[in-house]
């Protein structure tokens, strides 16, 4: 229900599940996902939200939607690949 009141009010969410620094190699992609969320946000209304095992981001005004889905792509970009018996970033549309 929260979600759709944030969405009314013009907020476009991603989540990225699977996101949690276990390591260095895992602690420079954690931050270079903040960095893509930076550069997608701009000046924009922003939010973002750490879970355990995840990221929701969060951005609202202009063009916020085309903002969220180029910071899908850098995402796509990032994400390490999956190994046998681990699994990799799960990034989905919307908030967790």
């Known amino acids: ?5 944030d969405v009314a009010e013009g907020w476009h969410f991603l989540t990225v599940d699977n996101l949690a620094p276990n390591g260095r190699a895992d602690a420079v992609l954690y931050e270079k996902a903040l960095d893509a969320f930076d550069r997608a946000v701009g000046t924009r209304e922003c939010r973002h939200r ?3 095992h995840g990221l929701t981001f969060g951005i609202r005004g202009d063009n916020a939607e085309q903002r969220i889905a180029w910071l899908r792509r ?3 970009a ?4 999956a190994l046998p018996g681990f699994g990799t970033w799960d990034i989905r549309d919307g908030a967790r």
């Not at 229900?1 to 009141?5: Q, T, V």
């Not at 990032?78 to 690949?81: E, H, I, K, V």
């Open 74 to 76: 850098r995402l796509e």
């Open 78 to 81: 990032l994400r390490p690949p």
């Open 1 to 5: 229900m929260a979600e759709a009141h």
């Open 50 to 52: 750490g879970r355990v």
